[in-house]
């Protein structure tokens, strides 16, 4: 599965569009981090809970939506955007979308 | 008595350890984006390369959640009742959105350049935000191009 956020994928002709394919998720961390993360509000700095989360949100999100896109028989997904929103305390929401296209 | 001693505690450890975190966050942001400046990660959609010479193009991401001390957060709100430029916050916003570009630089290995970057931010920490903007959550993500 090849994905860009360009409209094409370089070299390559589109040859069949599906329209568009997207995955979301939303994650917390455990209590724990989260005091942690307020601890380290205190000194400043990176919070690696936090990135560490945002992190695995994002996978998981792609991984949703490459399924999506393959159920439809795409191999590429271009034009992806990622978006992000927040719904609940130490909760991170991240949508990305894109659109499946199958490419020569 | 106690609360302002605590409070002023607070303060100074929020002051040395912020600074001391601060600058040797910048020394490894100069150091890796002197690494990187053979990458470049540009905004535009489309390069000059012939389209025949790319030989692959994938999609990288980098993200990075930074908070800034307490005695910035303090000073911040000071700003807030004067109003004007707030430079507390200027640095944490300079830090999270240079350490996620770096980050992508790294996922991006050996590619030529990246096109059509962009930058988000969120906000998951919002429980640590009581008092306003405490922590920023940046996203930078482009298409990496490898020429044949």
């Given at each position: 599965m090849i994905i860009t956020n360009i409209e094409t994928v370089p070299g390559k002709n589109i040859v069949e569009h599906f329209g568009l394919v997207s995955g979301s998720t939303i994650r917390a961390k455990h209590v724990g981090r989260d005091i942690m993360a307020g601890l380290k509000n205190l000194v400043g700095g990176e919070l690696k809970g936090y990135t560490q989360l945002l992190q695995e949100s994002r996978?998981?999100?792609?991984?949703?939506?490459?399924?999506?896109?393959?159920?439809?028989?795409?191999?590429?997904?271009?034009?992806?955007?990622?978006?992000?929103?927040?719904?609940?305390?130490?909760?991170?929401?991240?949508?990305?979308?894109?659109?499946?296209?199958?490419?020569? | 008595m106690y609360n302002l001693l605590f409070f002023i505690t607070l303060?100074?450890?929020?002051?040395?350890?912020?600074?001391?975190?601060?600058?040797?966050?910048?020394?490894?942001?100069?150091?890796?984006?002197?690494?990187?400046?053979?990458?470049?990660?540009?905004?535009?959609?489309?390069?000059?390369?012939?389209?025949?010479?790319?030989?692959?193009?994938?999609?990288?991401?980098?993200?990075?959640?930074?908070?800034?001390?307490?005695?910035?957060?303090?000073?911040?709100?000071?700003?807030?009742?004067?109003?004007?430029?707030?430079?507390s916050y200027e640095s944490l916003i300079d830090r999270a959105r240079r350490e996620a570009l770096l980050r992508m630089k790294e996922m991006a290995g050996d590619s030529r350049m990246i096109v059509n970057v962009r930058i988000e931010t969120s906000t998951i920490g919002r429980n640590a935000n009581k008092k306003g903007v405490g922590c920023l959550e940046a996203i930078a993500y482009g298409t990496a191009l490898t020429l044949a």
């Open positions: 996978q998981q999100a792609l991984d949703r939506m490459v399924d999506q896109a393959r159920q439809l028989g795409a191999n590429a997904i271009v034009n992806v955007r990622f978006s992000t929103s927040s719904v609940a305390q130490g909760a991170a929401e991240l949508y990305v979308y894109g659109t499946a296209v199958r490419i020569e | 303060i100074a450890v929020g002051y040395l350890a912020g600074t001391f975190a601060e600058r040797y966050h910048y020394r490894s942001i100069h150091l890796r984006e002197k690494m990187f400046i053979n990458l470049p990660a540009v905004t535009m959609k489309t390069v000059d390369y012939p389209d025949d010479k790319i030989k692959s193009a994938e999609l990288v991401y980098g993200s990075a959640v930074i908070s800034i001390d307490y005695f910035k957060r303090f000073t911040a709100s000071l700003r807030n009742i004067f109003g004007g430029t707030v430079k």
